[in-house]
């Protein structure tokens, strides 16, 4: 049974720092490219970052670029989400998620279809 388990999200002042987690299960993990994505209420679903399988190419969205750092232990199947400096828009339910094809196209990995497995999703709120 496949899984991907996020955690890590909370509350936390603008300025602070959140690490999110997200530990895959039933599937090989290093075969897979991981992404996080990222949901505020009443908006759509928006990609944050990807991580190739082997961790040679990584994308962030220019929205958290700076600040927020994918990456990856494929001994341990996690992948992690370091998120600096953290602003009130960046309030929302982030989720990690597994694609099985290699890509080198940014466009590619931003579009949420292309995903094989998602996760149930870990809240984070930025207060002002």
């Known amino acids: 049974q496949v899984q991907l388990v996020e955690s890590g999200g909370g509350l936390v002042q603008a300025g602070g720092s959140l690490r999110l987690s997200c530990a895959g299960s039933?599937?090989?993990?290093?075969?897979?490219?991981m992404a996080w994505f990222r949901q505020a209420p009443g908006k759509e679903r928006e990609f944050v970052a990807v991580i190739r399988r082997s961790g040679d190419i990584r994308y962030t969205a220019d929205s958290v670029k700076g600040r927020f750092t994918i990456s990856r232990d494929n001994a341990k199947s996690t992948v992690w989400l370091q998120m600096n400096s953290l602003k009130p828009e960046d309030t929302a339910v982030y989720y990690c998620?597994?694609?099985?094809?290699?890509?080198?196209?940014?466009?590619?990995?931003?579009?949420?279809?292309?995903?094989?497995?998602w996760g149930q999703g870990t809240q984070v709120t930025v207060s002002s």
């Open positions: 998620a597994a694609d099985s094809r290699t890509s080198y196209s940014l466009e590619y990995y931003a579009r949420g279809a292309v995903y094989d497995y």
């Open positions: 039933g599937f090989i993990f290093s075969s897979y490219a």
